[in-house]
């Protein structure tokens, strides 16, 4: 089996790549590390902003899956890591938004005491599929 080990900017000082791709015969997985959003790719702060972070981290796992021939709507699994229970449901509504037709990944939820970054309050992580 092929492997691709995408080497990311910042990634590479904390010893991750911010996703691995696999080859066989038929289909390609790209499997995803945690994609967390604490500020807009031009440096604006989202601390604070539980929806604005989530939107963010779409965003991001959005535009790594399009340059390596994916699409969101190809995640097959995704792990959720949220700083507060209680953004769990507003997790959910925001996840419809990004699956409309109801196909969606195998998921987890899992609250956590904090991340590595203070000012971030969520981290989705993924595995996508696509054929060929």
């Known amino acids: 089996m092929k492997r691709e080990f995408i080497h990311g900017t910042w990634q590479k000082n904390r010893s991750f790549s911010p996703a691995v791709i696999t080859e066989g015969s038929d ?5 995803l590390a945690g994609y967390g959003a604490p500020q807009t ?23 790594f899956l399009q340059k390596s021939g994916a699409k969101l709507s190809d995640i097959v699994q995704m792990t959720v890591f ?6 769990g449901n507003a997790f959910t509504e925001l996840r419809k938004e990004y699956f409309p037709d109801g196909n969606f ?5 899992i609250t956590v005491a904090g991340f590595a970054q203070p ?10 599929v696509v054929e060929g």
Do not use: K
């Open 27 to 31: 289909q390609r997985m790209i499997w």
């Open 105 to 109: 990944p195998g998921s987890a939820m």
């Open 82 to 87: 949220i700083i507060d229970s209680r953004y």
């Open 41 to 63: 790719p031009d440096g604006a702060s989202l601390a604070g902003d539980f929806e604005a972070q989530t939107r963010q981290s779409f965003a991001n796992i959005e535009a």
């Open 119 to 128: 000012e971030m309050m969520v981290e989705i992580q993924g595995i996508a």
